[in-house]
């Protein structure tokens, strides 16, 4: 029962005849579950990688959205003489 079980889980124990009559064996049942735990391991590491990728690049786009609101502020605060350029100690802060 337990190997029909897992027969029945498993993608790719599932059976592939057209008959539908012939089982494969509690060998190939195991072997295939063992393959497919690992390509499912792999892919969970995989994910597990892309999202720690991700947070990092949410972090750096958020000190990016606070550097530019700084920046904002302060032009906001001290408008240079009516010129709309931002000054390279702030580009350098950036």
Do not use: W
């Not at 509690?26 to 295939?32: E, M, Y």
């Not at 302060?74 to 802060?93: A, I, L, W, Y």
């Amino acid at each position: 029962k337990g190997y029909d079980e897992l027969q029945s889980i498993v993608p790719t124990c599932q059976q592939q005849d057209s008959l539908g009559s012939q089982k494969i064996s509690k060998a190939t049942v195991l072997q295939r579950s063992i393959d497919y735990m690992q390509f499912l391991s792999t892919q969970k590491k995989k994910q597990e990688e892309e999202l720690e990728s991700l947070r990092k690049e949410v972090m750096a786009l958020k000190i990016m959205k606070a550097n530019y609101e700084h920046i904002v502020k302060t032009h906001q605060s001290s408008p240079s003489h009516g010129q709309n350029q931002v000054s390279d100690e702030v580009k350098f802060q950036v």
